[in-house]
């Protein structure tokens, strides 16, 4: 995409961080929203446990959405700068990750009350961490051959490995799907 | 969790009070969102008036909110710096605390409207409140067992009482409650 | 609040302003969410302007809170850092802050289409504008007093007279609604 | 608008970048709000399909406000510091990219079933993605005018050239909007 980049081009990745921060700290609040404050003179404690997949969305999505805000952390913490091209690969990543909150709440919804629909929701939910997991995979492979990662995080097998926690994530995902059948 | 740690796996923590910030900043102010605007010929002053248990729960998670983000920057004035795992307990420690707007606003709608419903609403809020000291608590530990805080943070008993603001806000919550009925 | 305070808790005021802006940021976009997309097969010009006090109240408020950033970020060009209590301070400030999209609707609402519900909405919006402006100085004398400002601007008029642009604000909006009676 | 403005009064530029950072990530992950979460026991797949608009619309808010955020990033590599006047004229310029996610999901919700009315709906569009291109230009402008860029900058080509990505965007859905028709 920038195969012309000069070393000048390479400014500070802090700024790219914040913003990241940003994305990452909308999307995982987002599912609270969904969360329906009972009416009043409703049974409270009736309502809340009517609403518990909704609860258990919250919950996985602040996981899975923290889990990857953590690699993504780690990450950073060997990439020596950015470039403009290298913007782009991120907020290409951050695209699926901001979307994450929907095919949570979808397979939440699905998977206690519309039991033949758990498959299409399961297929969104685990196409979107796969998306997660392939891009996170493009930014990488994009730092350490452009020359924004240090030297010994390109070569190193443990920093390599780093990166895969949320690979292992969306194989899971479809067993569940499978079993749940 | 991450017990192999070794010292140069210490990372900065600027990103993580960055994070974290993010999602204060969003859990503080969500509640202005449940304030309901009066459609046009409405009484304004009426239409207010007869919300004010939405007003009262977006000051009441405000101010609460507010207390506990004052809590968090303190204790990051003594940490060193952050780990994988530390990453971890910081996103356990946020679930809680981006979630506190819903019981706020379960309690402020029950309080004045659903008397008979307060109990059950106010054990949400208390419990919700509870688990945000109790995560503090262990994020605490887990910094300074790990090395991640000054020594002399470690050691002082005046730094050790500092994040312990909320811990006495979930019992008086509880008296309140108690009252109440 | 905290007269107790000794010279080594004063710490950098960096995190304040992430927090601070991370609330800026949510209230200055918030009233997009109150303008309504056309329904398919609906006149989308006419649905535009029909709509256009809800355009109003997005712009009117995004300058509003717009200046009172820049303000904000011209105070703390000067402060030196911040305390505990200092933060608290600052929360206060921010709670009329992240609420004044609220009043803004109610006003842009009213003023087009409820006449006779002008005066107490401006009320509202003036209020809420007043105490923005009250807190504000609260916050310059609080960093005045206990040494949290650098002596220089501590003493000029020149400083001091800077964060009154909002104050003149409130005024004109009641001068505004006497003129809309 | 500060042509008082003295050397000591350019501060540093990394609030102004916090904030807009803040603003392009709320703004960037608006629309999938807008996806509607499918009902228990509805057809899942059938009710994704129905919204591809809505997914096209929150893919295609993210591409161009990803986009201005790599270019206002880019700018910023450039730019000095900071004076209270640039503070208002980046205020500006965030208001139209803020407010983008709206005529994005107009164009959409038009483009595949209100086919008479995507007309309007992309001079709506179009129009803000003008306002937005020229007021970069301003902050352009402005920031080389008060001497707040680098010397290299404000004289090359290069530099200038960079800021014209998103100029090129406006004409172009125009183009498409003629073909639409």
Redesign the interface.
Known sequence: MEPREQPEDI?SSA?????A??????????L????R?????????RA?LNQWPSFLA??TS??TI??I??DH??L??VIRGTT?GF??VN??L??PI??L??PT??VA??W???KD?VV??ML?YGGTMALVAVLFRVVWRYASSRGLMSAEATRSRAYRRRGELIYRLAPLIYGLALLRR
């Open positions: 400014a700024r790219l961080e914040t913003f921060d940003g994305v990452f700290a909308i999307a995982i609040t987002l609270v929203l969904e969360i404050i009972p009416e009043p003179g409703e049974n409270v404690a809340i919250y919950i602040f996981l923290g889990t805000w953590a952390h780690r950073f913490t403009y913007l782009f907020v290409l951050l695209m901001a979307f909150p929907y709440a979808v919804r699905q206690f009350e519309g629909q299409p929701a969104l």
